[in-house]
């Protein structure tokens, strides 16, 4: 069975099924979620605990042992199986193996990576699943994370007023781990039960960090200041101006294809389908669509050949000036950003 994040806590409430599966890249909801599992464990009489750190080499024989095998008290257990490589086809006759005979006195804790759609779909993982809930953890899209911190503070039983909490959104975007730390630091730091500007100014660090899609996120949705502040955190943080260069001309290539395509009269669902664009990406598309022309998105593709140009020494400039100007002109065309 499948459940939510939110779902948890009453689930675990009820009952605790002989298998739980929670996938997801993003550590600090994952390992939240498995300090609740292991904390309802305990509470339901489960006091022993195995980890087994599934690498490439790993020997499923010891899940399976450890399934059947009595512990050394005659407790139950909580066995927690650590994903840190793909699954082979061992590992998945191992799941499936132990999902249909698994001991009643054991619960079995699987942490992975988040999982494809055509893994989530497969047989053996159904079959695994079947028998217990498979949680997937998601990351805390932007638009989620004032909400976010807001419950987090309200938790602890702190207000905070609009300018600090955009302020603190700001400052850990991207980094829940440093979301979390702050927040303890806010406890220790308010004299009072509400948050103000000056509180957030005082005690709390710059810690956002970027991946390459949250810039394309941003320039297509027409932000210019949070797409100017994204690729100066890449550029801060090492990201080669080629990989921006990258994204960049692919989101332009899919914008030229789109505009030619209204041009001509085509169906735009079309269009999104054949360039494998789905449903949750297409509303940005649309937006930068709405800004611009055909023309104006082939003219920032030939500059983006220029910057090419320029990282590869053919042509003098900066390459991350240019990536800021063109990038720029694609969230709000016709304004000049400032220096990065």
Known sequence: ?????Q????????????????SGDEPL?????????????RTAGITERQVFHADTSFDWN???????????????????????AKLKDDGRKALTAYASNANPDNVLLVQSERLEAAQSKAKWFNQVIDTGWWLPI?????????????QRLQTQGLSI?????????????????????????LLLLSDSQTIDLDTVIQ???DSARFDIFDLSDAFLNGDLARSQR????????GVEAPIVLWVLSRELRNLVQLGEAQQSGQAIANVFKRLRIFDKRQGPYQQAMRRANLEHWQQCLVRCGDIDATIKGRRPGDPWHALSVVISDVAQPGKVPAAL
């Open 62 to 84: 010891l899940l399976l042992d450890a399934n059947q095998s009595m512990s050394l008290f005659g407790d139950r257990q909580l066995l927690e199986v650590r994903l840190s």
């Open 161 to 185: 007023d609009d300018d600090a909490l955009a302020l603190l959104a700001d400052r850990v975007d991207g980094n829940l781990l440093a979301a979390r730390q702050e927040i303890d630091k």
């Open 7 to 22: 779902q948890l806590t009453q689930q675990l409430q009820q009952s605790m099924p002989p298998v739980i599966w929670i």
């Open 230 to 237: 994204v690729l100066s955190g890449l550029a801060a943080e």
């Open 29 to 41: 909801l994952m390992l939240e979620a498995a300090d609740q599992i292991r904390a309802a464990a």
């Open 203 to 205: 005690s709390v660090a």
């Open 1 to 5: 069975m499948k459940i939510t994040a």
């Open 138 to 150: 998601w990351p805390v899209e932007r638009h989620q994370l004032p909400g976010w911190l807001r």
